[in-house]
Nanobody, 123 residues
């Protein structure tokens, strides 16, 4: 059983940066595609980015392209989401998810989810 834990959320001013982390206790993430999702109040959960097992950024949503970067570190057993130039509309709970796959899964295919970390962008 894979248990994912997100961290790094918080309150940041517009234009600021945050780095979210997704880790697993005791089990390697190397064999998993990892996705970052977000859900704002009253909205559907949407995919932000996905990284392959080889570390290739396989998907980036248009709404964050050029501002968010996904990466993974096998030594640290972590997947990161670097978020720059944050906007108020980026405010949401951010989740990471994992699946053993050969391409970025859809939302409903992921079978492991973290508990989420709140990101609030406000002045």
């Amino acid at each position: 059983q894979l248990q994912l834990v997100e961290s790094g959320g918080g309150l940041v001013q517009p234009g600021g940066s945050l780095r979210l982390s997704c880790g697993s206790s005791g089990k390697s993430l190397d064999d998993y595609f990892i996705g970052w999702f977000r859900q704002a109040p009253g909205k559907k959960r949407e995919e932000v980015s996905c990284v392959s097992t080889s570390g290739i950024s396989a998907y980036v949503a248009d709404s964050v392209k050029g501002r968010f970067t996904i990466s993974r570190d096998s030594v640290e057993n972590m997947v990161y989401l670097q978020m720059n130039s944050l906007k108020p509309e980026d405010t949401a709970i951010y989740y990471c998810a994992a699946l053993q796959a050969n391409k970025c899964p859809t939302l409903y295919e992921y079978n492991y989810w973290g508990q989420g970390t709140q990101v609030t962008v406000s002045s």
